[in-house]
């Protein structure tokens, strides 16, 4: 049975010769500059932010210089980004009784907010309606199955250093934090004290055959990596990763955020619009691509997809809540999109509901993919990332 986590493999290859048998093609080691690809077995101040010169920004600046120097207590420290502060909107600092002190985060008004424990919200100054900044999908022109590029800007990709090797997909839920599989990961844990030397993260990537397009990819090393801790590496259930990364990425045409869901979003077999990305293999026989390709994939209820599964892993097989299940005949993530996002379409905004877990080879009639369920661990990543930006 060929049950794959989807991620990769190493296998060493001659510079310009074709991987055969499905794995990366020569131009895509090429382009992230390695001879190797990894599958794993199982599946300057010119860039700073501006804000209009209205009354409320010249507040804003009077407050920033009046601002007394502030000292957190240790109590606050388990939900403070590096500065040692909260991440937030302009306004929700100020009326929560906070003390502004920089810019942060992917918006432009956001910043880096001290609030004391005995704060009291001010409640005199307007409120301004918080519009929804993440998950906004860029535009396409195909129905090939490729992605344009930036149209998909949450997407990433974990690279291990020094040669540049291909690990896995990701998505950029927060501005320092990055959303993968744990079993892409969970070999680095040991390797806790070398970490920044030895993972990065590319944002803003797309076609990885080429160094030469108008929107550059950015690349953050990455400080910290929490495995959810009831991941279980034999049964890939709670397959579920953080990485956070040593600077926050600012928000950019082919950069973004993705928004993450609430319990009750995207219910089992919803009819929603929802897709899987990644540089994986399109099918079985395919080589994987080099350009970003974008599945539209249908979501499919529990039970139906534990039947499904039975058929290959037995009867006694049971599908964990903490999973759903995507894809159809043709329709389906391959090895390489392992720890990629799964995301679906809501009022505009694109919510990552899944993350690619594993499958029973590619694409197969009546066998769909498994991702890890997103919803099921929105209080573990809130918890893990402290304050939450997506409204």
Known sequence: MNLLARGLYRVTVPLGENLRGGRAPCS???????TTWRRVIGRGNRNRPRIKMTSHALLFIMVMAAAPTFTPTAGQNAHENEFGCHCMEYWTCITSGGQPYSYCGLSASSVCCFVAFNAKPIGILPVAQRKKSCGRKGTSNRDDGQAEMSEWPWHAAILEQPQDLYVCGASLLDESWILTAAHCVDDYLEKASTLQELLKVRLGEYDVSTTAEPLRHEEFAVSRIVIHPEFDNATLVNDIALLQLVRSARRKPNIDAVCMPKLNDFAEGSPATCFVTGWGRRNEETEHSVVLKEINVPLWS????????????????????????????????CDGDGGGPLVCEKEGHWYQVGVVSFGIGCGRRNIPGVYTRVQAFEGWIKDTIGVHHHP
Request: hydrophobic letters at 40%; charged letters at 15%.
């Open 302 to 333: 529990n039970p139906a997809c534990q039947n499904a599964l039975r058929e290959q892993f037995g009867p006694a097989y049971s599908l964990p809540t903490t999973a759903l299940c995507a894809g159809a005949e043709g329709r389906d993530a």
């Open 28 to 34: 895509a080691v090429q382009a992230f500059q390695t």
